[in-house]
């Protein structure tokens, strides 16, 4: 039974048949919350959508819902993808829902941990492969053909239907879009996913458009230096690629939004993940905190307009990957079990 969930809560607007299981883990519906440090710091009003909220941890359960769904209702009884973790552990959950075989591809040694460990338990058939992401989807494009898996990475377009109701979301909680919509860039389904929504939310409702604001990683960003990567590095391993399929999809939302698409380093990374953490309370991933990392730099450099509305999406949680959060050198030292000698600490 699915009470809610992407395919009830959004159904009229998505490729919804009476023939589509309506499969559910209860994605979607999101927590958008205020940022009330980062709206002091910029004199702006910024929200983050949680995303990690999520059923497997990160937004790509809305498109995946929708992409499992279908691929049942077609008749496939096996997935596959290319990931960089969190669309492997996305699909697994899903297809293991849906009683469908998974297979998913992933760049060896690139995955942080806490996803690879769920497309384990959720029982998918796990392919790591001698190669970088761009690889590997390259080789799902191959098997998709061969024709036994039906293709769940964002170049089906079911994933990008399910994802773009995130921007129906924030417009609700709003009461409008956002001035600015702020989010991290990798294979750039998702921005060419909101941008859809927000277009389709303002033909219903008659609301103005966001701009659209992508950020990547300096060592991963094809979309700002115009040509694809070859070899792409990161820390912030869910936007650690070098030709993103959907590139047109964010070239036009960029472009019809008025928009930009720009980079921020690691160490801007590094930093915004840890003030997201330490003074909003929320801890996400490293590649999430690619879109207020992006602010963080505007506002440094001047060019962050104030009393303008912006939306930063979180698109993964923190737990993800916590080998990133302890790699800065985290020691505990193991105390004495008297009080006298946790009040010295304390003191300190
Ligand atoms: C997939 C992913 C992204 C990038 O989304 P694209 O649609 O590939 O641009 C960003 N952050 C996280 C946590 C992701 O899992």
Redesign the pocket.
């Known amino acids: 039974m699915a009470f809610r969930g992407v395919l009830s809560l959004h159904k009229q607007y998505l490729p919804v048949t009476d023939k589509t299981p309506m499969l559910s883990l209860g994605e979607g519906d999101t927590p958008l919350v205020r940022a009330n440090a980062l709206s002091q710091e910029t004199g702006c009003e910024i929200y983050l959508k949680l995303e990690g909220c999520n059923p497997t941890g990160?937004?790509?359960d809305r498109g995946m819902v929708v992409a499992v769904a279908k691929a049942a209702e077609s008749g496939a009884r096996a997935v596959v993808c290319a990931s960089?973790?969190?669309?492997s552990a996305s699909a697994a959950a899903y297809a293991a829902r849906a009683g469908l075989v998974c297979a998913v591809l992933i760049p060896a040694g690139q995955i942080a941990r806490g996803k690879l460990a769920q497309a384990y338990v959720y029982g998918a058939k796990i392919l790591a492969i001698d190669g970088n992401f761009d690889k590997a989807l390259e080789l799902t494009r191959e098997l998709g053909e061969a024709g036994n898996f039906a293709i769940v990475n964002?170049i089906n377009p079911d994933r990008l239907e399910g994802q773009k109701t995130a921007a129906f979301e924030i417009a609700d909680d709003l009461g409008r879009a956002p001035e600015i919509l702020a989010l991290?860039?990798?294979?750039?389904?998702?921005?060419t996913a909101y941008w859809k929504g927000f277009n389709e939310y303002a033909r219903v409702k008659a609301t103005a458009l966001p701009r659209m604001w992508g950020f990547q990683a300096e060592g991963a960003a094809p979309l700002v230096i115009g040509k694809p990567v070859a070899d792409p590095h990161t820390v912030a391993t869910?936007?650690k690629?070098g030709n993103?399929a959907?590139w047109n999809g964010a070239v036009r939302a960029r472009d019809e939004s008025g928009g930009e698409i720009s980079a921020v380093s690691d160490a801007e990374i590094r930093a915004a993940y840890a003030y997201l953490a330490a003074r909003e309370g929320v801890f996400c991933?490293p590649?999430?905190a690619a879109s207020v990392a992006g602010i963080l730099k505007k506002l440094r450099d001047g060019k962050l307009k104030r009393g303008q509305t912006i939306v930063c999406i979180l698109?993964?949680t923190g737990l993800k990957d916590v080998d990133f959060a302890l790699s800065a050198g985290f020691t505990v030292e193991t105390l004495p079990a008297e009080a006298d000698a946790l009040m010295n600490v304390l003191q300190d």
């Not at 960089?84 to 669309?87: K, L, Q």
């Not at 860039?185 to 921005?191: F, Q, R």
């Open positions: 990160s937004f790509k960089t973790g969190n669309t964002s991290p860039v990798g294979n750039a389904g998702n921005i869910a936007i690629i993103p959907s991933e590649a999430s698109t993964g």
